[in-house]
């Protein structure tokens, strides 16, 4: 290629990816966000986030790395991390890897070793890929042994776990993941798990901000070992992640981390999960028992609709951000992820627990909207929106999406910030 025709060709692919760019913002501008295990960053985390910290490494840890010029970002660190460890009752606490998958991989990677057996949910039982899936099983040659649930219920049938780690004498018990409703307390297994000399590993991605605004039970103060999270779900950060857990584990965790896992680290982020995680503890219980009440709201409206729920051991439609539903009274479940993202309103389809259930549901969470600044009122029309949309026969596409957009620019702007 001729070096003029190389320049115009690299022009256009250039305005190409700008022009995209400019219209996701205008699209998720007119779009409503249900999915839940996303939120928004503050403008604020924005901000922080466009510094030379973005083109900046830190290898080691407090200082002690191979690159010069960090010294800053290792005093946010080094602050961040005390707060955090307050914060989450952990004995220690490691901000550095950069999502929620090399976190669960690292805290194998560190804590286990080739063919251990591992008690864990299936991935229909809300166990996040990278807990349960093929290429966590094949890493090690693990022996995966799943938790089963008790029948038409997210929770775990402790028996039958219980007999599981009595029969399989597994190294770690990991629990948390992609599907959480309500606390269980399991301290019966955790006790039994550790009678063996075993871990327990609680992901908490989905939950992290709950927890940190005393809004969800805490798994570390339930005996829980070790504890993985995401920054970017209820806790309202940017794509990163957090391990945290009993100091007896830092060692090992801190040398998978770097130089195994992690090299450069992604400042910008790190320093922006930090920041969103001030943003939310300022709030304290407000912000997490504000975004469970939203969810509980929108659940309400829409099983009036005709959804159906999965509903928590003491009746409620959800303890956390999250609503499964496992049904529609008159439409097909499976349908709903599409149908709705034709009028601009995103939520996903999700695999349901194998014990009384078809294979996919849906999950819906008010995190997102919550943090946008929706009202209770805003809440009900979103949700008397999708119950008329979804049973009108020939719905006119351009009048609802005329709608999400305008309860979309109603919303009050960000909150908790």
């Known amino acids: 290629m001729r070096m003029d025709n190389m320049m115009n060709y690299y022009d256009i692919r250039m305005k190409d990816i700008c022009m995209a760019m400019d219209a996701h913002e205008i699209q998720e501008k007119k779009m409503i966000c249900l999915i839940a295990s996303t939120n928004v960053v503050s403008p604020a985390v924005r901000k922080l986030m466009d ?9 080691g840890k407090d200082g002690d790395s191979l690159l010069p010029g960090a010294d800053l970002f290792y ?9 955090v460890e307050e914060v989450f009752h952990a004995e220690f606490a490691d901000l550095r890897p950069i999502s929620g ?4 991989h690292i805290v194998y990677q560190a804590l286990t070793k080739p063919g251990d057996t591992i008690i864990v949910p299936s991935i229909r039982s809300g166990g996040h890929v990278s807990m349960a899936g093929k290429v966590s099983r094949q890493m090690r040659e693990f022996r995966f042994i799943y938790t089963k649930n008790l029948a038409e219920s997210l929770l775990i049938d402790q028996t039958d776990l219980l007999d599981k780690i009595n029969k399989y004498y597994p190294t770690m018990l990991f629990l948390g993941g992609s599907v959480i409703t309500e606390w269980q307390n399991l301290q019966q297994s955790v006790d039994a798990i550790h009678a063996l000399g075993g871990i327990v590993v609680f992901d908490a991605s989905q939950v992290a901000g709950l927890i940190a605004t005393d809004s969800f039970p805490n798994p570390l103060d339930y005996g829980v070992d070790i504890m993985t999270m995401t920054t970017c779900k209820t806790l309202p950060g940017p794509s990163h992640a957090w391990i945290m857990g009993k100091r007896r584990y830092q060692k090992q965790i801190e040398d998978t981390i770097f130089p195994g896992y992690v090299s450069g680290g992604h400042l910008q982020e790190h320093v922006g999960a930090i920041y969103a995680f001030y943003e939310i503890c300022k709030y304290s219980s407000a912000y997490g028992k504000t975004i469970i009440h939203n969810s509980r709201i929108l659940g309400q409206e829409l099983e009036e609709g005709g959804f159906q729920f999965i509903r928590t051991k003491d009746g409620e439609l959800t303890n956390t951000q999250q609503l499964i539903a496992y049904g529609h009274k008159f439409v097909d479940i499976e349908t709903i992820e599409d149908r709705l993202l034709n009028i601009h309103i995103l939520l996903n389809k999700n695999l349901l627990p194998e014990e009384g259930f078809a294979k996919y549901g849906i999950r819906i969470g008010a995190q997102e909207i919550t943090r946008q600044g929706v009202t209770e ?6 949700g008397d929106l999708i119950n008329c949309y979804l049973t009108e026969k020939r719905p006119n596409l351009e009048r609802y999406r005329e709608r999400v957009a305008q309860i979309k620019q109603a919303f009050r702007g960000y909150q908790f910030v």
Do not use: L
Not at 78 to 83: P, Q
Not at 101 to 104: G, K, P
């Open 75 to 83: 005093t946010i660190d080094k602050v961040g991390r005390t707060e």
């Open 101 to 104: 998958s090399q976190a669960n």
């Open 51 to 59: 510094t030379d910290m973005i083109n900046r490494v830190a290898e």
């Open 377 to 382: 009122e805003q809440i009900h029309q979103i």
